[in-house]
């Protein structure tokens, strides 16, 4: 094979493992939500238990983030994403045996891996892809998305439709993983002439990240839009049904917010990536987002609710696809981008995992979701704000050197 047909089946299969890196990080957890009854149910588990399969994942994803970069700084990231994969598919794989202990210790690997995917798989783009890092997000974020999306939907269908049971719907997801780690074993052994190479061995030492202005901006974003993201996913349902909806359709309004983003997932990054300032693409998703969650305070209405939805699902992922981009757009090399990925995402999932709570803390001391709703448009002009920041045309550590 010559140089240069070997140099173009690198880039098929390193944008194939880019694509299947992103149709797992996703679907192991959005698949749990429709049958964690029947996974309570089938085992015996207390409900708060039964919410820890969704909460341990997160709780995994804060505390690994913060080590991934340093592990692909050590092993290469290509290396350190095959590890995740098969951390992911080992997870999977001890969750499907209906055993209490194993299904909490997979759960938690399942965190682990995809929280070493998360992190990495921003600073790979930049690395690999430098010039075309908006793109690039587009491409990965979109096929996270219709992942997430379908695993939900189809989690019910493969349980009870055709009669798989939780253990085998859920289990299903390894397939995706399988692959990956096919491609990834390649890729990690691929020692490839790369125009970018120098950029692979520069290191961020001590804690420079978390002292810099706009590393926070980008985190406080990043972990913001989180917090939105997982309060919608848990509580969007109730809020539907108790303005009138029907708990069944309101179920579906979840799975529909979710599918109608998809546009803005690809849309956002690429318009981002053409655009040395992204603050005109902040303040449009800032304004969708208030005005989503203000309808869902306001009016009661079916068209609204659904206008509302629509507008939600808009801005979660939007947002969230902006806030990738960032990692790679505001960082000047694979790892600083790598080391900023881990900050805002260590801050991310915090916050995510402390959100579902504390908006079910609101309700039960309110008994409306007048209060919760409320703090959602707070949260919303927050991101926007931080957002403003994160969007200038900067690189973290080297701000003050640049200019808008």
């Known amino acids: 094979m010559t140089r240069t047909n070997s140099r173009k089946l690198y880039y098929f299969l390193l944008v194939a493992g880019i694509v299947l890196v992103a149709f797992n990080l996703r679907p192991a957890i959005t698949s749990v939500g429709p049958v964690i009854g029947i996974i309570r149910d089938d085992i015996g588990l207390s409900n708060w238990s039964a919410g820890m399969l969704t909460s341990l994942p997160l709780v995994a994803f804060a505390i690994t983030s913060p080590i991934a970069p340093k592990l692909g700084n050590r092993f290469s990231n290509e290396r350190m994403l095959l590890a995740g994969l098969v951390l992911l598919l080992f997870g999977i794989s001890m969750r499907s045996i209906s055993i209490t202990a194993l299904?909490?210790?997979?759960?938690?690997?399942?965190?682990?891996?995809?929280a070493l995917l998360n992190v990495l798989l921003p600073g790979v783009i930049k690395e690999k892809f430098p010039k075309k890092v908006g793109l690039m997000t587009s491409v990965y974020s979109t096929a996270m998305g219709m992942f997430a999306a379908a695993a939900s939907g189809l989690s019910i269908p493969f349980t009870e439709g055709l009669g798989w049971g939780w253990q085998l719907a859920l289990f299903v997801w390894a397939t995706p993983t399988i692959l990956g780690i096919i491609i990834w074993v390649y890729l990690s052994k691929t020692d490839k002439e790369d125009e970018n190479a120098d950029m692979k061995y520069v290191r961020v030492r001590g804690n420079r990240m978390w002292t810099s202005p706009l590393a926070w901006q980008v985190a406080c974003f990043m972990g913001l839009q989180s917090f939105m993201f997982y309060v919608t996913i848990s509580w969007l349902p109730e809020i539907l049904h108790d303005n009138g909806m029907a708990m069944g359709t309101a179920g579906w309004?979840?799975?529909?917010?979710?599918?109608?983003?998809?546009?803005?997932?690809?849309?956002?990054?690429?318009?981002?990536?053409?655009?040395?300032?992204q603050r005109i693409i902040v303040l449009i998703m800032g304004l969708i987002a208030l005005s989503g969650y203000s309808g869902l305070l306001i009016g009661d209405s079916f068209v609204l609710m659904v206008i509302s939805?629509?507008?939600?699902?808009?801005?979660?992922?939007?947002?969230?696809?902006?806030?990738?981009?960032?990692?790679?757009?505001?960082?000047?090399?694979?790892?600083?981008?790598?080391?900023?990925?881990g900050m805002a995402q260590s801050l991310g999932y915090t916050l995510a995992a402390v959100g579902p709570m504390f908006i079910g803390l609101l309700y039960d001391v309110t008994h409306?979701?007048?209060?919760?709703?409320?703090?959602?448009i707070c949260v919303a002009a927050m991101v926007t704000v931080f957002g403003m920041g994160a969007g200038r045309d900067r690189y973290v550590l080297e701000a003050d050197s640049a200019t808008e």
């Open 253 to 277: 309004m979840l799975s529909f917010a979710q599918f109608v983003g998809l546009p803005a997932s690809f849309i956002v990054p690429v318009a981002a990536g053409k655009l040395k300032s």
């Open 309 to 341: 939805t629509i507008l939600i699902g808009i801005t979660l992922s939007g947002t969230f696809a902006l806030a990738l981009a960032f990692l790679g757009m505001r960082a000047r090399n694979s790892r600083h981008a790598a080391e900023l990925s």
């Open 103 to 114: 299904l909490f210790a997979g759960t938690l690997f399942v965190g682990f891996g995809i």
């Open 368 to 376: 409306a979701w007048t209060v919760p709703l409320i703090t959602l």
